[in-house]
């Protein structure tokens, strides 16, 4: 099936347009129509401080991941497979614990539970959720809540409640960014926490496997930045799965901002192999860590469109579609320095002296010349 790619674009959770459904000017060639939908959610239980002013809850924000389903057959309306992240949370102060401080966030529904969404667009009138499958474990639902230290997948946040009480930890915590569906229907999430990638019962929402640094996935992982793992899935038509690191490796906390390349990870469900890639920091961005990466489609088994975005060295938001070509790029698992340390310490010499090609990128559409 051919893949739909930008063909609207989804607001969920913000301020109600006039209109449910508006037909956008656009200046790019290579987009025919833009059209833009409020999306009607359902509502989260809300029973905080601040109850009176939402009494009928918060929206389901659907936007952590969107991917094409199919059509409709009886409307042909569009179906897309999406869904949240870890809950309506809100940044707060660093918190001292006697070793330091620590990072938090406020969580205003403690006990919010990640959940799929299959979202319905029926053309020129509305955009609505038709499904919602929170995640289970065993049965049970899990939490958007971070991980406990020391557990794989601790990002360092502590969870307040309203009242900056510190709230139980999670160890099935999850904070989605992702989804993608294979051909057998099963559902691929990937999460910003482990980095994890995740396999979902399409139908039940029980997760049925986790792959983690050191468990399925290279360890060297473990050292993406906090809240910047994997932020994009796509399953290639060979059906394997592939996940992006969101910004560049933070090694030893020493190389978030000058590595010259975030990791794309290949995982072959079949076999339990995993490769990886280079994908190479653009040239306009002051600290190679301001680069951001969002979601990725497969196009063919070695071509992908990706999100990318972050400010440039002028201070200018970049929000772009980028076709990433694997075909040529090299698998760096085990591949180290000269002098033994982690690729991310490299410069451009570096790497090419460790045999390590870079994957290779093109700018095809600029989102922000769709109004983004």
């Known amino acids: 099936m051919t893949r739909l790619l930008l063909p609207l674009l989804l607001a969920a959770a913000l301020p109600a347009f006039a209109e ?103 053309l020129a009138e509305k955009a609505e959720v038709i499904k919602t499958l929170p995640l289970k474990q065993d049965g049970k639902p899990i939490n958007g809540r971070p991980i406990a230290p020391g557990q794989v997948g601790a990002s360092g946040e ?98 978030r901002n000058d590595a010259l390349f975030t990791r794309v990870v290949v995982l072959d469900p079949k076999t339990g192999a995993v490769q990886q890639f280079a994908y190479p920091v653009s040239s306009h961005f002051k600290k190679t860590g301001d680069m951001k990466l969002g979601d990725i489609v497969a196009l063919s088994d070695t071509l992908f469109a990706v999100i990318e975005q972050g400010k440039d060295k002028d201070k200018r938001m970049h929000n772009d579609i980028v076709l990433l070509d694997l075909a040529a790029a090299s698998d760096i698992s085990g591949k180290q320095l000269a002098d033994g340390r982690a690729l991310e310490y490299g410069d451009s010499a570096a790497l090419a002296a460790a045999g390590v090609q870079l994957a290779r990128k093109k700018t095809v559409i600029d989102l922000r010349a769709l109004g983004w």
């Open 20 to 122: 449910p459904f508006a037909l956008l000017e656009t200046r790019e060639s290579n987009i025919a129509a833009l059209e833009r939908y409020e999306v009607n959610t359902p509502m989260v239980p809300y029973a905080g401080t601040a109850k009176a002013a939402f009494p009928q809850g918060l929206p389901l924000a659907v936007g952590s991941g969107l991917r094409f389903k199919g059509y409709e057959k009886a409307t042909s309306a569009l179906e897309f497979w999406s869904l949240t992240d870890r809950g309506p949370n809100v940044d707060s102060p660093d918190v001292a614990d006697g070793k330091g401080k620590r990072a938090s966030k406020v969580f205003a529904v403690p006990d919010y539970t990640p959940t799929i969404t299959q979202l319905r667009v029926s």
């Open 158 to 255: 502590l969870g307040l409640g309203e009242q900056l009480a510190a709230l139980p930890y999670d160890a099935n915590g999850l904070d989605p960014e992702g989804i993608d569906a294979d051909a057998a229907g099963n559902l691929w999430i990937v999460d910003e926490y482990g980095p994890f990638i995740v396999k979902v019962d399409g139908k039940s929402g029980e997760i049925l496997q986790r792959y983690a640094p050191g468990q399925g996935l290279p360890l060297e992982l473990a050292a993406r930045q906090p809240n910047r793992g994997f932020e994009g899935v796509a399953v290639t038509p060979a059906g394997k799965v592939v996940a992006i690191v969101q910004s560049t490796l933070d090694v030893d906390g020493k190389t």
